[in-house]
T-cell receptor, first 108, second 114 residues
């Protein structure tokens, strides 16, 4: 079983749609959690950290359920510029463990 | 402020050749990392350096060596390249003092081994 698993997609959605990405992790001792964004053939960049209480940054909402070892990312009112691969990332003892990424394509 | 820079951007090697991938950061970060990214797989940690003078193995260290030359520079060496090392290689750095565990990535090196 992979340490961090994501639905690879791709997710093809129209502009304005709401889309949700899910991620599960296997190590219950994982300490902190993140979503990174990676544009085609570019480097990953931090999108947002994920807190147990849930956190929101504009159109993006991240949730963490430690009991279920589950992380989610919700994007509301999708824009063309949201098209990218979204990486679920878990911090285990100071090392980042990356999921394989979920590809999102937002169409006009 | 260039952030994290990597050279070269592209490289083609023949099996058995050696090369060194260079990485430098100008953010005065303590920790530096080397990852590889293959299609359908997440980034996998090759080696990391928590501070100048220290290096540790990550998930996939076989076939690689690293040098933390100083606080700014962290190089990755392939002594005898193999086709299985065809990949995109990313270098990253992190500041221990920041609360958020953000790693800053370089633009990547696309390596093909024939």
């Amino acid at each position: 079983r992979k340490e961090v698993e994501q639905d690879p997609g791709p997710f093809n959605v129209p502009e304005g749609a709401t889309v949700a990405f899910n991620c599960t992790y296997s190590n219950s001792a994982s300490q902190s959690f993140f979503w990174y964004r990676q544009d085609c053939r570019k480097e990953p960049k931090l999108l947002m950290s994920v807190y147990s209480s849930g956190n929101e940054d504009g159109r993006f909402t991240a949730q963490l359920n430690r009991a279920s070892q589950y992380i989610s990312l919700l994007i509301r009112d999708s824009k063309l510029s949201d098209s990218a691969t979204y990486l679920c990332v878990v911090n285990q003892g100071g090392k980042l463990i990356f999921g394989q990424g979920t590809e999102l394509s937002v169409k006009p | 402020n260039a952030g994290v820079t990597q050279t070269p951007k592209f490289q083609v090697l023949k099996t058995g050749q050696s090369m060194t991938l260079q990485c430098a950061q100008d953010m005065n970060h303590n920790s530096m990392y080397w990852y590889r990214q293959d299609p359908g797989m997440g980034l996998r940690l090759i080696y990391y350096s928590a501070s100048e003078g220290t290096t540790d193995k990550g998930e996939v260290p076989n076939g690689y060596n690293v040098s933390r030359l100083n606080k700014r520079e962290f190089s990755l060496r392939l002594e005898s390249a193999a086709p299985s090392q065809t990949s995109v290689y990313f270098c990253a750095s992190r500041d221990h003092d920041r609360v958020a565990y953000e790693q800053y990535f370089g633009p990547g090196t696309r390596l093909t081994v024939t």
